[in-house]
């Protein structure tokens, strides 16, 4: 057996044990989605292959199918429509707590976790600033151990932090709504498309 084709066998082997992406969005429906009941919440809808969160004090959608609590992750693409605020706050399961990764807060270019130790994503350690531009989209990708978590967007990664012993929670108010996993923009509307997960090992 050449080296080409060793080569070829070994990479073909480790794509098989890869586990497959699950799709969450089929493109046409928010079928296994459900609005979130947000106060003053805008208005939600399925155009163009994308699920529109328009713009309301706060709009959502909630996963209504089951993911893991830690091991896990997740990707998708986003934008921001229209506004100046998040258009990607995206609350997660972790252990037996929950999360927020904000994507665009106050103000519009705040990049970060809510909440870790009582700080939210403008106050702790992965709170970073980056533009964003509208009606562009973002590729989005979320990494979930039990003990880390990593956030790319496009290619960058942007959050790589450890969170044993951490206290790990959402910060308080309506975004308790979005548990256990759940989408929501502030003051903007946000489209999203390409949502998919899949399991990762123990770390």
């Given at each position: 057996?050449?080296?080409a084709i060793l080569s070829l066998f070994v990479a073909a082997a480790f794509a098989q044990q890869e586990p497959a992406w699950q799709s969450m969005f089929d493109g046409q429906s928010l079928k296994d989605w459900k609005e979130t009941p947000f106060t003053g919440k805008g208005t939600v809808k399925v155009q163009d292959g994308s699920i529109v969160l328009g713009k309301g004090y706060m709009t959502g959608i909630n996963y209504t199918g089951t993911l893991p609590k830690a091991d896990y992750e997740l990707r998708m693409e986003a934008q921001r429509a229209e506004g100046h605020d998040f258009f990607a706050g995206i609350t997660f399961p972790v252990n037996d707590s929950f999360l927020t990764w904000i994507n665009g807060g106050w103000g519009g270019s705040t990049v970060g976790l809510s909440s870790l130790d009582g700080n939210d994503a403008s106050e702790n350690e992965t709170s970073i600033s980056r533009d964003f531009k509208p009606g562009q989209w973002y590729r989005l990708w979320l990494a979930v151990n039990t003990n880390r978590?990593?956030?790319?967007?496009?290619?960058?990664?942007?959050?790589?932090?450890q969170i044993a012993k951490r206290d790990v929670a959402l910060r308080p108010g309506e975004i308790e709504l979005s548990?256990?996993?759940?989408?929501?923009?502030?003051?903007?509307t946000s489209k999203l498309r390409k949502i998919?997960?899949?399991?990762l090992p123990s770390k």
């Open positions: 057996m050449t080296r978590i990593r956030a790319w967007i496009d290619e960058e990664l942007v959050i790589d932090v548990k256990p996993f759940g989408i929501a923009t502030y003051n903007t998919e997960w899949r399991p």
